[in-house]
């Protein structure tokens, strides 16, 4: 098991940043990627980004397009965590972000929830416009 623990969400205004933590305890050795994903009120949970933590992979990241060129997603493997930078933040951004670790690539697309297997509890992002 792997525990995950989000941190740095808020309210922020249209055109604002925000920079998002996760924090990784336990199994973190057996970690492939590690992903990023949101909910807005009465919505599906989405993929936003994700990236590979295991070394061969060469920390490759991925991205919604939603999200590309705004949000930046960054690893630090010393510190067993993962970071997701976001700029030029629009009210659609709103919802709740919720950080996922995969253990196995039990499904190719890296941006399918089914692919992961351990959650954090979330943290709310606000957007104002």
């Known amino acids: 098991q792997v525990q995950l623990v989000e941190s740095g969400g808020g309210l922020v205004q249209a055109g604002g940043s925000l920079n998002l933590s996760c924090a990784a305890s336990?199994?973190?050795?057996?970690?492939?990627?590690m992903g990023w994903f949101r909910q807005a009120p009465g919505k599906e949970r989405e993929f936003v980004a994700a990236?590979?933590?295991?070394?061969?992979?060469?920390?490759?990241?991925y991205y919604s397009d939603s999200v590309k060129g705004r949000f930046t997603i960054s690893r630090d493997n010393g510190k067993n965590t993962v970071y997701l930078q976001m700029n030029n933040l629009k009210p659609e951004d709103t919802a709740v972000y919720y950080c996922?670790?995969?253990?196995?690539?039990?499904?190719?697309?890296?941006?399918?929830?089914?692919?992961?297997?351990?959650w954090g509890q979330g943290t709310q992002v606000t957007v104002s416009s």
């Open positions: 996922a670790a995969a253990r196995a690539r039990k499904v190719p697309d890296i941006g399918d929830l089914r692919r992961y297997d351990d």
């Open positions: 336990g199994r973190t050795f057996s970690i492939y990627d």
């Open positions: 990236i590979a933590v295991i070394i061969r992979s060469g920390g490759m990241t």
